[in-house]
């Protein structure tokens, strides 16, 4: 049978059924209704944050938090990530600054910041790659010395914690995504968990039309906002975590145990507070390089996949605007990486199967 490199969590069907039944006789299937204002305050309590705001996906939790805080000119970022991050600030008429990334943990390399900030910088958007927290004390102080707003990519870390904290607890902002894909979800997703509620009413205005009454509307703002459905597999789903993150464990535990010191191959630094997202492994050996590898698994019928490749600054829709070559440890990392099926129900035997795969070829 075909593995994916993900499968969606769902909750059993009659918990769904029984979610949903309020608003399917009351027929409020959208704006600000019971489930999505439930899911929000559990997400407030969940993430340990003041404010949360849903939306209907993260990209555009993304792109509002971009708006509403009034960035103009350069921000400073990674090319590893996926499309969603660079694209927002594309899409806003933003100027991405790539600055490159750690070897160990992909995310943002405080170091190579500074040098980027000139006098049109107004914000850093970090990524959180694979759930690996950013150096989230050394960009605050950078963003602090040069009165930039941190705005974090935080689509990967929804059920890690570091320091005991959620990724809400730090920068001004952080975007969460619920897709599908990702370890908790709402179908399609996301949520802007903010500390100010000043930042979290323009949110809220933002995601439906700037509307703040009947007869008055304030703002040019977008149409954003979760439908009931979508917050009802939420309140589903959380219900689930623990159960979710556990089986996400087992399955990475035993991908760790059969592959780590295995030549030519580099897993991720092990870390406390983790929440089994992905499982990257970097393909650094001479003997089997990260393409062969992904055809290797393919032709059994497993598909792995190369995230992040290629880089968001090499994409076709940016040709000749930014230099691949100013972010080398993005690059080769992009060109080494695979990550490996992961989910709830993937079973030892079939982490065992591709294991054996990877490391016969060795
Ligand atoms: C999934 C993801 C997003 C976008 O989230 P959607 O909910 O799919 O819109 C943004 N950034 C990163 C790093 C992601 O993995």
């Excluded at 004390?137 to 707003?149: K, P």
């Excluded at 970097?282 to 393919?298: I, K, M, Q, T, V």
């Excluded at 079939?350 to 795969?357: A, S, T």
């Amino acid at each position: 049978m075909r593995i994916n490199v993900a499968r969606s969590s769902l909750p059993p069907f009659e918990e769904y059924c029984r979610e949903i039944r309020g608003f399917w006789d009351s027929r409020w299937l959208t704006n600000n209704g019971e489930k999505v204002l439930e899911l929000e305050s559990a997400l407030q309590t969940y993430l340990g944050a003041p404010h949360v705001v849903l939306f209907s996906n993260g990209h555009l939790a993304l792109e509002a938090i971009l708006r509403v805080s009034g960035l103009t000119g350069e921000v400073i970022t990674t090319p590893f990530t996926f499309a969603s991050t660079t694209h927002a600030l594309v899409r806003l008429g933003l100027t991405p600054v790539f600055a490159d990334v750690r070897p160990d943990t992909c995310t943002l390399d405080p170091e190579k910041i500074e040098t980027l900030i000139t006098p049109r910088t107004t914000a850093i958007l970090p990524v959180h790659v694979y759930g690996h927290y950013c150096d989230v004390d050394a960009i605050a102080a950078i963003a602090s010395r040069h009165n930039l707003r941190v705005i974090y990519d935080a689509a990967h870390t929804f059920g890690g914690t570091l320091g005991g904290k959620s990724a809400a607890a730090f920068g001004d902002a952080a975007m969460f995504s619920f897709h599908a894909t990702k370890v908790f979800h709402t179908i399609e997703g996301g949520a802007v968990a903010c500390q100010s509620a000043e930042l979290a009413e323009k949110l809220r205005l933002e995601r439906n039309f700037g509307i703040t009454g009947p007869e008055t509307t304030e703002d040019v703002g977008g149409n954003a906002k979760m439908n009931e459905f979508q917050a009802a597999m939420g309140l589903c789903n959380l219900r689930h975590l623990k159960d979710e993150l556990q089986q996400r464990r087992r399955v990475c535990t035993l991908y760790r145990a059969r592959l780590s010191g295995a030549a030519g191959l580099r897993l991720s630094p092990e870390r406390e507070g983790d929440n089994y997202a992905y499982f990257p492994v970097f393909f650094d050996g001479p003997n089997l390089s990260r393409d062969e590898a992904y055809a290797r698994l393919a032709a059994h019928d497993i598909y792995a996949r190369k995230y992040f490749y290629p880089l968001t600054s090499t994409f076709s829709c940016y040709a000749g605007r930014f230099d691949p070559g100013k972010t080398p440890v993005a690059k080769r990392l992009s060109e080494s990486v695979l990550t490996l099926p992961l989910y709830a129900g993937l079973s030892d035997e079939d982490v065992n199967r591709i294991c054996e795969l990877l490391l016969e070829a060795q």
